[in-house]
Protein backbone atom coordinates (compact mmCIF):
# COMPACT_ATOMS: atom_id res chain seq x y z
CA UNK A 1 0.00 0.00 0.00
CA UNK A 2 1.41 3.68 -1.01
CA UNK A 3 1.79 6.48 1.38
CA UNK A 4 1.07 10.04 1.32
CA UNK A 5 3.24 13.01 1.43
CA UNK A 6 2.99 16.88 0.74
CA UNK A 7 3.95 17.54 -2.40
CA UNK A 8 6.89 20.45 -2.14
CA UNK A 9 5.26 23.82 -3.35
CA UNK A 10 2.25 22.47 -3.11
CA UNK A 11 -0.46 22.54 -0.43
CA UNK A 12 -1.90 19.84 -1.11
CA UNK A 13 -1.81 15.87 -0.96
CA UNK A 14 -0.11 14.30 -2.84
CA UNK A 15 -0.10 10.40 -3.89
CA UNK A 16 3.01 8.56 -4.85
CA UNK A 17 1.35 5.12 -5.30
CA UNK A 18 -1.82 3.38 -5.92
CA UNK A 19 -3.70 4.57 -2.71
CA UNK A 20 -7.02 3.57 -1.73
CA UNK A 21 -8.20 7.19 -1.27
CA UNK A 22 -12.23 7.62 -3.05
CA UNK A 23 -11.29 11.25 -3.01
CA UNK A 24 -12.43 13.14 -6.44
CA UNK A 25 -11.19 16.11 -8.38
CA UNK A 26 -13.97 18.96 -8.53
CA UNK A 27 -15.47 18.61 -11.86
CA UNK A 28 -14.65 20.87 -14.69
CA UNK A 29 -16.85 24.03 -15.12
CA UNK A 30 -18.55 23.41 -18.43
CA UNK A 31 -17.97 26.10 -21.12
CA UNK A 32 -20.45 28.56 -21.28
CA UNK A 33 -22.40 28.87 -24.34
CA UNK A 34 -23.53 32.59 -23.96
CA UNK A 35 -22.72 34.19 -27.01
CA UNK A 36 -21.75 36.73 -24.59
CA UNK A 37 -18.87 34.85 -23.29
CA UNK A 38 -17.77 34.41 -27.25
CA UNK A 39 -17.66 38.41 -27.20
CA UNK A 40 -14.29 40.30 -26.00
CA UNK A 41 -15.51 41.97 -22.33
CA UNK A 42 -17.29 44.98 -22.46
CA UNK A 43 -15.45 46.30 -19.41
CA UNK A 44 -12.26 45.88 -21.27
CA UNK A 45 -13.82 47.73 -24.00
CA UNK A 46 -15.09 50.73 -22.08
CA UNK A 47 -11.68 52.04 -20.70
CA UNK A 48 -11.16 54.99 -18.62
CA UNK A 49 -9.86 56.77 -21.98
CA UNK A 50 -13.86 55.92 -23.57
CA UNK A 51 -15.41 56.88 -20.34
CA UNK A 52 -13.75 59.89 -21.00
CA UNK A 53 -16.00 61.14 -23.22
CA UNK A 54 -19.25 60.27 -21.76
CA UNK A 55 -20.91 62.47 -19.79
CA UNK A 56 -20.19 63.59 -15.86
CA UNK A 57 -23.81 62.59 -14.48
CA UNK A 58 -26.57 60.33 -16.08
CA UNK A 59 -29.39 61.98 -14.63
CA UNK A 60 -31.96 62.62 -17.08
CA UNK A 61 -33.18 60.91 -20.33
CA UNK A 62 -30.89 62.73 -23.07
CA UNK A 63 -27.81 61.58 -21.07
CA UNK A 64 -28.86 57.97 -20.97
CA UNK A 65 -29.35 58.27 -24.22
CA UNK A 66 -25.93 59.38 -25.49
CA UNK A 67 -24.03 56.82 -23.19
CA UNK A 68 -26.12 53.72 -24.57
CA UNK A 69 -25.40 55.48 -28.09
CA UNK A 70 -21.87 55.95 -27.38
CA UNK A 71 -21.19 52.27 -25.72
CA UNK A 72 -22.79 50.66 -28.87
CA UNK A 73 -20.94 52.79 -31.13
CA UNK A 74 -17.40 51.96 -28.73
CA UNK A 75 -18.34 48.17 -28.86
CA UNK A 76 -18.81 47.96 -32.36
CA UNK A 77 -15.53 48.84 -33.64
CA UNK A 78 -14.92 44.86 -32.93
CA UNK A 79 -15.93 42.88 -35.76
CA UNK A 80 -17.76 40.12 -32.68
CA UNK A 81 -19.64 42.42 -31.29
CA UNK A 82 -20.53 44.23 -34.61
CA UNK A 83 -21.53 40.97 -36.07
CA UNK A 84 -24.35 40.49 -33.52
CA UNK A 85 -25.43 44.42 -31.78
CA UNK A 86 -28.86 45.80 -32.87
CA UNK A 87 -26.95 48.81 -34.29
CA UNK A 88 -29.43 50.73 -34.78
CA UNK A 89 -28.71 51.94 -30.74
CA UNK A 90 -25.54 53.49 -32.34
CA UNK A 91 -28.03 56.40 -33.29
CA UNK A 92 -28.55 59.33 -30.75
CA UNK A 93 -32.17 59.25 -31.56
CA UNK A 94 -32.77 55.49 -31.61
CA UNK A 95 -31.81 55.37 -28.08
CA UNK A 96 -33.83 58.66 -26.98
CA UNK A 97 -37.11 56.94 -28.22
CA UNK A 98 -36.38 53.51 -26.69
CA UNK A 99 -35.87 55.47 -23.46
CA UNK A 100 -38.51 57.77 -23.60
CA UNK A 101 -40.61 54.01 -23.90
CA UNK A 102 -38.38 52.00 -21.33
CA UNK A 103 -37.93 53.64 -18.44
CA UNK A 104 -36.42 50.33 -17.04
CA UNK A 105 -33.58 50.71 -20.26
CA UNK A 106 -32.61 54.23 -19.14
CA UNK A 107 -32.09 52.64 -15.32
CA UNK A 108 -29.97 50.10 -15.51
CA UNK A 109 -27.96 52.63 -18.22
CA UNK A 110 -27.96 54.64 -15.07
CA UNK A 111 -26.74 51.99 -12.96
CA UNK A 112 -24.23 50.80 -15.02
CA UNK A 113 -22.48 54.16 -15.16
CA UNK A 114 -22.74 54.93 -11.77
CA UNK A 115 -20.30 51.47 -10.86
CA UNK A 116 -18.53 51.77 -14.14
CA UNK A 117 -19.85 47.89 -14.64
CA UNK A 118 -21.02 47.59 -18.33
CA UNK A 119 -21.99 43.59 -17.93
CA UNK A 120 -25.00 43.82 -16.34
CA UNK A 121 -26.25 45.78 -19.42
CA UNK A 122 -25.89 42.99 -22.27
CA UNK A 123 -26.30 40.23 -19.34
CA UNK A 124 -30.25 41.55 -18.42
CA UNK A 125 -32.79 38.81 -19.78
CA UNK A 126 -34.81 41.79 -20.10
CA UNK A 127 -32.51 43.83 -22.52
CA UNK A 128 -30.51 40.74 -24.29
CA UNK A 129 -32.77 40.08 -27.29
CA UNK A 130 -33.17 44.15 -27.40
CA UNK A 131 -29.63 44.58 -27.67
CA UNK A 132 -28.44 42.22 -30.15
CA UNK A 133 -29.53 42.18 -33.60
CA UNK A 134 -32.21 39.43 -33.07
CA UNK A 135 -34.29 41.12 -31.04
CA UNK A 136 -36.91 43.95 -31.75
CA UNK A 137 -37.58 46.49 -29.50
CA UNK A 138 -41.04 48.51 -31.66
CA UNK A 139 -40.81 52.36 -31.28
CA UNK A 140 -43.31 53.52 -33.26
CA UNK A 141 -46.24 55.08 -32.20
CA UNK A 142 -48.87 52.43 -31.91
CA UNK A 143 -51.85 53.45 -34.01
CA UNK A 144 -52.69 49.90 -34.07
CA UNK A 145 -51.91 46.71 -32.79
CA UNK A 146 -51.67 45.04 -35.85
CA UNK A 147 -49.13 47.45 -36.98
CA UNK A 148 -46.71 45.59 -34.81
CA UNK A 149 -47.84 42.23 -36.06
CA UNK A 150 -47.61 42.93 -39.21
CA UNK A 151 -44.46 44.38 -39.03
CA UNK A 152 -42.97 41.02 -37.45
CA UNK A 153 -44.56 38.69 -40.34
CA UNK A 154 -42.22 40.81 -42.70
CA UNK A 155 -39.16 40.67 -41.02
CA UNK A 156 -37.13 38.00 -42.25
CA UNK A 157 -37.93 34.30 -40.71
CA UNK A 158 -35.38 33.56 -38.06
CA UNK A 159 -35.67 29.87 -37.58
CA UNK A 160 -34.79 27.53 -40.21
CA UNK A 161 -36.58 26.02 -43.26
CA UNK A 162 -39.59 24.42 -42.32
CA UNK A 163 -38.60 21.08 -43.05
CA UNK A 164 -41.32 18.85 -41.28
CA UNK A 165 -44.46 20.70 -42.93
CA UNK A 166 -42.33 20.86 -46.26
CA UNK A 167 -41.65 16.83 -46.19
CA UNK A 168 -45.40 16.09 -45.66
CA UNK A 169 -46.59 18.45 -48.47
CA UNK A 170 -44.05 17.01 -50.81
CA UNK A 171 -45.27 13.65 -49.08
CA UNK A 172 -48.67 14.26 -50.10
CA UNK A 173 -47.31 15.11 -54.02
CA UNK A 174 -46.46 11.57 -54.57
CA UNK A 175 -49.06 8.64 -56.35
CA UNK A 176 -50.02 7.53 -52.65
CA UNK A 177 -53.46 6.76 -51.45
CA UNK A 178 -54.39 8.99 -48.72
CA UNK A 179 -57.53 9.20 -47.02
CA UNK A 180 -56.93 13.33 -46.11
CA UNK A 181 -54.46 15.59 -47.07
CA UNK A 182 -54.68 17.88 -44.63
CA UNK A 183 -52.82 18.69 -41.43
CA UNK A 184 -53.67 20.79 -38.38
CA UNK A 185 -51.24 22.70 -36.32
CA UNK A 186 -52.01 23.06 -33.12
CA UNK A 187 -49.90 25.59 -30.80
CA UNK A 188 -51.09 28.54 -28.34
CA UNK A 189 -52.31 31.63 -29.70
CA UNK A 190 -49.25 33.74 -30.62
CA UNK A 191 -46.69 30.62 -30.76
CA UNK A 192 -46.32 31.34 -35.09
CA UNK A 193 -48.66 28.76 -36.92
CA UNK A 194 -49.54 31.72 -39.19
CA UNK A 195 -46.32 33.09 -39.73
CA UNK A 196 -45.29 29.14 -40.45
CA UNK A 197 -47.58 29.16 -43.13
CA UNK A 198 -47.00 32.81 -44.28
CA UNK A 199 -43.32 31.64 -44.54
CA UNK A 200 -43.80 28.35 -46.55
CA UNK A 201 -45.66 29.70 -49.18
CA UNK A 202 -42.41 31.52 -50.40
CA UNK A 203 -41.15 28.09 -50.87
CA UNK A 204 -44.13 26.17 -51.59
CA UNK A 205 -46.89 27.76 -54.42
CA UNK A 206 -49.29 28.54 -51.72
CA UNK A 207 -53.23 29.50 -52.32
CA UNK A 208 -54.03 31.08 -49.04
CA UNK A 209 -57.60 32.40 -47.55
CA UNK A 210 -58.17 32.94 -44.35
CA UNK A 211 -61.84 32.12 -43.16
CA UNK A 212 -60.80 33.44 -39.51
CA UNK A 213 -64.47 34.60 -37.76
CA UNK A 214 -65.10 37.70 -37.09
CA UNK A 215 -65.09 39.57 -33.61
CA UNK A 216 -67.18 41.67 -32.00
CA UNK A 217 -64.01 44.21 -30.75
CA UNK A 218 -60.89 43.94 -31.22
CA UNK A 219 -59.44 42.97 -34.18
CA UNK A 220 -56.59 39.83 -35.40
CA UNK A 221 -53.76 39.82 -37.80
CA UNK A 222 -53.60 38.43 -40.44
CA UNK A 223 -56.80 39.80 -42.18
CA UNK A 224 -59.23 37.46 -43.17
CA UNK A 225 -60.53 36.65 -46.68
CA UNK A 226 -64.39 37.41 -45.18
CA UNK A 227 -66.43 36.79 -48.58
CA UNK A 228 -64.75 33.79 -48.59
CA UNK A 229 -65.60 32.45 -45.05
CA UNK A 230 -69.28 33.64 -45.56
CA UNK A 231 -69.34 31.54 -49.05
CA UNK A 232 -68.22 28.61 -47.32
CA UNK A 233 -69.69 29.11 -43.93
CA UNK A 234 -72.95 31.08 -44.25
CA UNK A 235 -76.36 30.68 -46.03
CA UNK A 236 -77.17 26.58 -46.51
CA UNK A 237 -80.57 25.43 -47.48
CA UNK A 238 -79.56 22.05 -46.39
CA UNK A 239 -76.99 19.91 -45.60
CA UNK A 240 -76.36 18.51 -49.28
CA UNK A 241 -75.42 22.21 -50.64
CA UNK A 242 -73.10 22.60 -47.20
CA UNK A 243 -71.08 19.63 -49.06
CA UNK A 244 -71.32 20.24 -52.61
CA UNK A 245 -70.49 24.28 -52.19
CA UNK A 246 -67.11 24.02 -50.39
CA UNK A 247 -65.93 21.49 -53.04
CA UNK A 248 -67.17 23.62 -56.18
CA UNK A 249 -64.94 26.36 -54.80
CA UNK A 250 -62.21 23.95 -54.72
CA UNK A 251 -62.23 23.43 -58.28
CA UNK A 252 -63.23 27.00 -59.22
CA UNK A 253 -60.40 27.94 -57.25
CA UNK A 254 -58.04 25.67 -58.78
CA UNK A 255 -59.40 26.79 -62.32
CA UNK A 256 -59.38 30.48 -61.46
CA UNK A 257 -55.63 29.61 -60.30
CA UNK A 258 -54.34 28.27 -63.44
CA UNK A 259 -55.78 30.96 -65.14
CA UNK A 260 -53.91 33.44 -63.12
CA UNK A 261 -50.55 31.80 -64.15
CA UNK A 262 -51.26 31.42 -67.33
CA UNK A 263 -51.60 35.54 -67.45
CA UNK A 264 -48.31 35.62 -65.54
CA UNK A 265 -45.58 33.64 -68.03
CA UNK A 266 -42.60 35.24 -66.77
CA UNK A 267 -43.67 33.25 -63.38
CA UNK A 268 -43.44 29.58 -64.43
CA UNK A 269 -40.97 30.03 -67.15
CA UNK A 270 -38.05 30.30 -64.59
CA UNK A 271 -38.18 26.27 -64.01
CA UNK A 272 -37.27 26.83 -60.75
CA UNK A 273 -40.80 25.75 -57.86
CA UNK A 274 -39.10 27.82 -55.70
CA UNK A 275 -39.28 31.02 -57.73
CA UNK A 276 -42.70 30.48 -58.69
CA UNK A 277 -43.92 30.35 -55.18
CA UNK A 278 -42.51 33.62 -54.18
CA UNK A 279 -43.17 35.70 -57.10
CA UNK A 280 -47.12 33.97 -56.62
CA UNK A 281 -46.59 34.83 -53.20
CA UNK A 282 -45.73 38.40 -54.05
CA UNK A 283 -48.83 38.74 -56.79
CA UNK A 284 -51.37 38.14 -54.09
CA UNK A 285 -49.46 39.87 -51.55
CA UNK A 286 -49.57 42.88 -53.18
CA UNK A 287 -51.13 46.17 -51.39
CA UNK A 288 -52.18 44.23 -48.09
CA UNK A 289 -52.39 46.12 -45.18
CA UNK A 290 -52.85 45.30 -41.20
CA UNK A 291 -56.66 45.56 -42.01
CA UNK A 292 -56.99 44.45 -45.15
CA UNK A 293 -56.24 41.37 -48.14
CA UNK A 294 -54.07 43.10 -50.86
CA UNK A 295 -56.08 44.30 -53.76
CA UNK A 296 -55.37 41.41 -56.20
CA UNK A 297 -56.45 38.95 -53.13
CA UNK A 298 -59.61 40.25 -53.19
CA UNK A 299 -60.26 40.79 -56.55
CA UNK A 300 -58.93 36.92 -56.90
CA UNK A 301 -61.53 35.72 -54.65
CA UNK A 302 -64.24 37.60 -56.27
CA UNK A 303 -64.06 35.87 -59.64
Same mark, same amino acid.
Given at each position: ???? $?????????????????????????????????????VNDMITEDV?????????????? =?? !???????? #???????????????????????? @?????????????????????? #??????????? /???? $??? &? $??????????? =?????????????????????????????????? !?????????? $???????????? @?? /?? !??????SGKHYPPSD??????????????????????????? #???????? &???????????????? =????????????? =??????????????
Amino acid at each position: MGHK $HKAQGEAGDADDGPGTSNKQSPPKRARSTSPYSERPDVNDMITEDVEGFLPKTCSDDAEK =AF !ILSYIVQT #LSTNSQWRDDLNLEFKEMSYCENA @ISKEAKLGNIVSDCFKTSDWKP #LFKDPSWFNIL /FMGG $HLY &L $HDRTSDLQYFK =AAFEKQYRAQEPKILLQTIDLYGMHQAFYNRSFP !IVQSSGMGKS $HLMDHSATLRLT @IP /FN !IHQEVKSGKHYPPSDGKVRDFLTKGFNNEMEAVKRPLAFLQA #LFTETLAE &LQDHPEMYKKGKSKDL =ALDWYKLIHQGST =ADHVGVERSKFYER
